[in-house]
């Protein structure tokens, strides 16, 4: 991604997440936070993805490639 948005640092973090095997718990850990703010200094609180942020976000894109799938197999 070229420009900040919130739903780019979901989507980063959620696929840090189930790609390397991370533990949820991660989004809410301070050092971690504190990285992705590093990244962008004028980062609010607001920005950053939350535990259950990340989790919603994975469950969703889950259900809508499992839905993908269905209408490709039919």
């Not at 718990?25 to 962008?40: D, G, H, I, S, Y």
């Amino acid at each position: 991604p070229k420009e900040f948005a919130r739903e780019n640092v979901l989507k980063a973090v959620a696929e840090f997440v189930v790609c390397d095997d991370q533990s949820l718990a991660v989004a809410n850990k301070p050092t971690f936070r504190n990285c992705l703010v590093a990244m962008r200094t004028n980062t609010s609180k607001a920005d950053l993805p939350s535990t259950h942020d990340i989790s919603t976000y994975i469950h969703n894109s889950f259900v809508e490639f499992l839905s993908t799938i269905k209408t490709r197999i039919q």
